[in-house]
């Protein structure tokens, strides 16, 4: 199956340092990426969506100077992370959607993750 | 994008099959059903998905009764493994929508 890698699995950093969490579908192609935001016992919450070759578009809230996306290919999305704060730590998860013809309805693929820890 | 309901946490025991029940009273017509199953620190996994009556795969079924305002996730035979938080989301059929989560529910399996 289809399968969206993400790295580092794990970071922890400095508060005021910058962060760059990458997301690679590894077998398939993807045009649309979306990022989310986990924090603990709580559901995901999108932050945004990446479209390949255009800027993302972001939800309500979330600050684009801070959370820096770039969607430069067709298998590689990035977040960025600037200046980052302790309340910035979270999970961060990031989903590919798949191209072409799927298995299901708007059949899309997660990562494992990315811990962020902000000290 | 419909709103969906679930109950926040549920508990069974090994071996016994589990039914989790997701309201989406204001579902449109063009919306499908999607189960994602999510363990801790992990990405969401797709367990099935649905736009009427019955569907069932290598892992569960989906029962949706035909005013499709509810669905049921059913899980035979679960086990401890099967311990993970559990999210309904209905989505527009009609092209390329964002995915929202609602706060899924949290099955605890008990040995």
């Known amino acids: 199956g289809a399968v969206v890698s993400q790295h580092p699995s794990r970071v922890i950093c400095k508060s005021g340092t910058s962060v760059k969490i990458e997301c690679r579908s590894l077998d398939f192609q993807a045009t649309t990426m979306f990022w989310y935001r986990q924090f603990p016992k709580q559901s995901l919450m999108l932050m945004a969506t990446?479209?390949?070759?255009?800027?993302?578009?972001?939800e309500q809230g979330v600050e684009k100077d801070k959370f820096l996306i770039n969607h430069a290919s067709l298998t590689l999305s990035t977040l960025t992370v600037t200046s980052a704060h302790p309340e910035d730590s979270s999970f961060y998860i990031c989903?590919?959607?798949?191209?072409?013809?799927?298995?299901?309805?708007?059949?899309?693929?997660f990562g494992p993750g990315t811990r962020l820890t902000v000290l | 994008l419909a709103k969906t309901t679930q109950p926040i946490s549920m508990d069974s025991y090994e071996g016994q099959e589990v039914n989790i029940t997701c309201s989406h009273n204001?579902?449109?017509?063009?919306?499908?059903i999607t189960w994602y199953q999510q363990f801790p620190s992990q990405g969401p996994r797709f367990i099935i998905q649905g736009y009427k009556t019955k569907v069932t795969n290598e892992v569960a079924s989906l029962f949706i009764p035909a005013d499709r305002k509810s669905s049921t996730l059913s899980l035979p035979r679960v086990s401890l493994s099967d311990t993970a938080v559990y999210y309904c989301?209905?989505?527009?059929?009609?092209?390329?929508?964002?995915?929202?989560f609602g706060i899924g529910t949290k099955l605890q399996v008990i040995p």
């Open positions: 989903s590919a959607r798949v191209v072409g013809p799927a298995r299901f309805f708007d059949e899309q693929f």
């Open positions: 989301l209905v989505g527009d059929g009609g092209g390329y929508q964002k995915v929202t």
């Open positions: 204001n579902i449109a017509t063009n919306d499908y």
């Open positions: 990446s479209n390949e070759g255009s800027k993302a578009t972001y």
